[in-house]
């Protein structure tokens, strides 16, 4: 789990609002610990003029809403520092950019947790949902208050599976879309890899859905913006192979008439690694957290954790 703290930003005696910020920013993007710069990256505003464009900001925002602040609060900073060997922020950012192409800019965004918490290899989608930031009930004055009304909203759930609910993963997620109507739906899940050199090594992102069970032979209805009727983004990582691919990858041989070899019973086998524990984990996190990165721009990538610990 990454340690994350929230710092408020007040003005400073003998400062304004704008050199606050700047100085701010000026540590936060300090070429000593951005690799020259190579690792800052911005959502709606440029690095070289970001104080300049909060403070143009904040200035219509109080102009179009005629609020004014009650504390003297004119930013946070978030921090989150990952464990050695744990993610990368750079691949936290990447993934959480190529997400955020995919997604509308603005409304309600769904987050589900596909897969059953009770077999490891299927726990993804559930663990990547619980860091997963939800929002959607920070409103009004709670917003207002704790200066995190530029929050986009979002919500969260881990739907689990039929064999634990008796309902269909696709008849739970249509239900609160339509209730919700948000304006995307982000579903995570396990996947199960046809090559073993992607087995836990890879994201796959798609705004075609997903047909989860699919790759162990167990496939449930199908995912898309046809059945929920909204936009769908799926996202995972593969944590089983098919036992005969696997096979056929060490041995060297073509898969077909190996069936008898490897499924004797004539059912299929799938294989996933020793070490499974800790790929679901590290897999989560950094899902999770590229979500977060692509939903909460205004926050870096070392601050999220805060809110979502």
């Known amino acids: 789990m990454a340690a994350t703290r929230i710092m408020s930003i007040h003005i400073n005696k003998g400062k304004t609002a704008r050199q606050c910020i700047g100085e701010r920013l000026d540590y936060i993007m300090n070429p000593k610990k951005t690799d020259g710069g190579i690792l800052v990256s911005t959502y709606a505003c440029s690095p070289e003029t970001a104080a300049d464009e909060f403070m143009l900001f904040r200035q219509e925002y109080q102009q179009n809403t005629g609020r004014t602040q009650d504390n003297e609060v004119i930013g946070y900073h978030v921090r989150q520092a990952f464990k ?44 990547t949902a619980k860091g997963v930031l939800a929002t959607r009930h920070i409103t009004g004055e709670l917003a207002r208050s704790t200066g995190l009304d530029d929050l ?8 689990g599976v039929l064999g634990q609910t008796g309902i269909e993963t696709g008849e739970l997620l ?20 046809r090559r073993l050199d992607r087995l836990g090594c890879t994201v796959q992102v798609s705004d075609t859905g997903i047909s989860p069970g699919s790759g162990v032979g167990n496939a449930r209805p199908k995912i ?47 294989v996933t690694p020793r070490e499974i524990d800790l790929l679901i984990d590290r897999a989560a ?25």
């Open 84 to 127: 050695p060997d744990e993610i990368t922020p750079e691949e936290a950012n990447e993934i959480g950019k190529e997400l955020a192409s995919l997604l509308p800019q603005r409304g309600l965004i769904l987050v589900a947790g596909l897969g059953n918490t009770e077999i490891t290899p299927d726990n993804l989608g559930p663990k």
């Open 152 to 159: 986009r909203p979002v919500a969260v759930l881990a739907p």
């Open 174 to 193: 249509y239900s609160v879309t339509q209730k919700l109507r948000p304006a995307a739906l982000i579903v995570v899940d396990a996947l199960a890899s």
């Open 224 to 270: 898309d913006r046809q059945t929920m009727g909204v936009p769908v983004v799926s996202m995972g990582v593969p944590t089983v192979v098919d036992a005969m691919t696997l096979a056929a990858d060490l041995l060297g041989r073509e898969e077909a008439g190996m069936e008898e070899e490897i499924s004797p019973r004539g059912e299929p086998m799938v």
């Open 285 to 309: 996190k950094l899902v999770s957290m590229a979500i977060n990165h692509a939903l909460q721009p205004s926050f870096t990538l070392e601050d999220l954790g805060t809110l979502v610990s």
